[in-house]
């Protein structure tokens, strides 16, 4: 059987890869184009073929309120033909080396194939839902106040949703091309909400596809609110659809993890679906610590022990002090054990609490070094509302 060998794409090679995902997914990924000025893709080739690959986008993932450099992989596939062979595994790590090169020190996907992900090193950090809600519901409950409402993207929307982006953990820092990206692949029309005189408050956008016989169909891909009135104007602006959408489908991942929503319909007649999640791997321990922001009102050090990458354990001594961490090699026997999994999950503040921890399956000697622990990454809920 022929070698497999897995360069840097080059020109024919994007095109190839461009045939082979249509083949393997069975129609056309656009974002391979797209993203061509943007991404890095490996593949892999055998005879001359490309039989496997994916794309590479180094982005800052907010954690903590910092941004840290991520390695986010999409649009990977495996030629149908070359399945079976852990061909995926090793497309995997050749797609991540050039991004840790250029200096990624976690990775973020969004697969269906959660149990091949765990098997790598990442995990889910938190559950991912679409939501569906009546427009007639929405505009029965929610009011827009004194709240302008203008159509179209500025910069300083742009620099509030940068904003908002800090206060959850796993928010992209989006490129300057990113929502023209967006705009263009799914037809987005944007809103902004402020008050008379003030800054802007809201960002919102949409999709809508027309009905056949009446009417159309209206997806939300972006809801980011500086404050629970912004929040109530932009649902109300949703419910004045009701003439034209019988409901309003909140995107995947969409909605906030605040409970606005849950808190304002007289009636709660809201509709759930979940979809495969968004997972996040540590590929740096100490630098990935480090770039990560902290609260700063937390002094604490705990002896923990964290798997390696073959199965066996190590020894880390973790500290935080003043909005600032830092682990660092030690003897000290750890009194928290995280495997790989686990380390990504309470990295992005997916342990709420000591219990979780513990049904989830986190190994701890000392309940308050746990708690110090669980507290250290929990400032910031795990919320990560983009696409790639």
């Given at each position: ?6 360069p840097s794409a080059t020109d024919g090679l994007w095109e190839q ?233 909140f995107r995947r991942g969409v909605l906030p993890p605040y409970p ?129």
């Open positions: 059987m022929n070698q497999l060998t897995f890869y461009d045939h082979l995902a249509t083949r393997a997914y069975g129609h056309p990924v656009a974002d391979i184009t797209a993203l061509r000025a943007h991404a890095d893709l490996r593949v892999a080739m055998r005879g001359g073929r490309v039989v496997a690959g994916g794309l590479g986008l180094l982005v800052d993932q907010n954690f903590g309120g910092a941004p840290v450099p991520s390695a986010c992989l999409g649009d990977g596939c495996v030629a149908p033909e070359e399945r079976g062979d852990h061909l995926a595994a090793t497309m995997t790590a050749q797609r991540l080396r050039p991004l840790i090169r250029r200096g990624a020190v976690i990775s973020a996907i969004v697969t269906s194939s959660t149990g091949y992900a765990r098997r790598l090193g990442w995990e889910a950090p938190t559950d991912v839902l679409a939501r569906a809600v009546a427009t007639d519901e929405l505009k029965r409950s929610f009011s827009a106040e004194d709240f302008q409402i203008e159509h179209g993207l500025t910069d300083e929307a742009e620099a509030l949703q940068h904003r908002l982006a800090r206060h959850f953990n796993g928010p992209l820092h989006r490129p300057a091309w990113w929502n023209r990206w967006k705009q263009r692949k799914s037809s987005l029309t944007p809103y902004r909400f402020a008050r008379p005189g003030h800054p802007t408050e809201g960002l919102l956008t949409l999709a809508t596809e027309r009905h056949e016989r009446h009417g159309m169909s209206l997806v939300v891909h972006d809801f980011w609110a500086d404050s629970q009135p912004a929040a109530a104007a932009m649902l109300a602006f949703l419910g004045g659809h009701n003439t034209r959408a019988r409901r309003i489908v606005t929503l849950l808190h304002g319909l007289r009636h709660h007649r809201t509709t759930a679906d979940a979809w495969h999640p968004w997972m996040i791997r540590i590929l740096d321990i100490p630098r990935a610590i480090r770039l990560r922001g902290w609260p700063a009102d937390l002094t604490t050090v705990v002896p923990v022990e964290i798997e390696t990458e073959t199965g066996d354990w190590s020894r880390w001594m973790f500290q935080v002090k003043a909005g600032a961490a830092d682990i660092t090699p030690t003897q000290v026997v750890g009194q928290v054990a995280l495997t790989r999994r686990q380390l990504a999950v309470w990295y992005a503040g997916g342990y709420r609490s000591t219990t979780s921890a513990h049904l989830a399956g986190v190994r701890a000697t000392s309940q308050n070094a746990l708690t110090a622990l669980v507290r250290s990454t929990t400032q910031f809920e795990p919320w990560m509302p983009d696409h790639f």
